[in-house]
Nanobody, 122 residues
Framework: QVQLVESGGGLVQAGGSLRLSCAASGSIFSINAMAWYRQAPGRQRELVARIIRGGSTNYADSVKGRFTISRDNGANTVYLQMDSLKFEDTAVYYC????????????????WGKGTLVTVSS
């Protein structure tokens, strides 16, 4: 069984910074892409940033230049450094990962964390 657990959310003033972490645990053989999504009230969940195992990244246009995604493959952890936060960044942030388990090492499955709330005050 695999779990993704996010941490680091909270309340911050506009212009401030937060760092989110997401640790994967369980019977993990390997992790392919890891990503952060977010969902604001009344809106659809959207991709914020994604990083593949080799380190290549892509970002939503709305966060380019402000957010940085990184990962520690040895620790099965992905991070999201969020700088210059804006009111519109307020959302629940979800971790997402494509994981190959010990029981199925050739087949990746997508897992989600339960989310962490980020609130940016204007």
């Amino acid at each position: 069984q695999v779990q993704l657990v996010e941490s680091g959310g909270g309340l911050v003033q506009a212009g401030g910074s937060l760092r989110l972490s997401c640790a994967a645990s369980g019977s993990i053989f390997s992790i392919n892409a890891m990503a952060w999504y977010r969902q604001a009230p009344g809106r659809q969940r959207e991709l914020v940033a994604r990083i593949i195992r080799g380190g290549s990244t892509n970002y939503a246009d709305s966060v380019k230049g402000r957010f940085t995604i990184s990962r520690d493959n040895g620790a099965n952890t992905v991070y999201l450094q969020m700088d210059s936060l804006k009111f519109e960044d307020t959302a629940v942030y979800y971790c997402n990962a494509n994981i190959m388990t010990m029981s199925q090492p050739a087949y990746g499955m997508v897992y989600w964390g339960k989310g962490t709330l980020v609130t940016v005050s204007s």
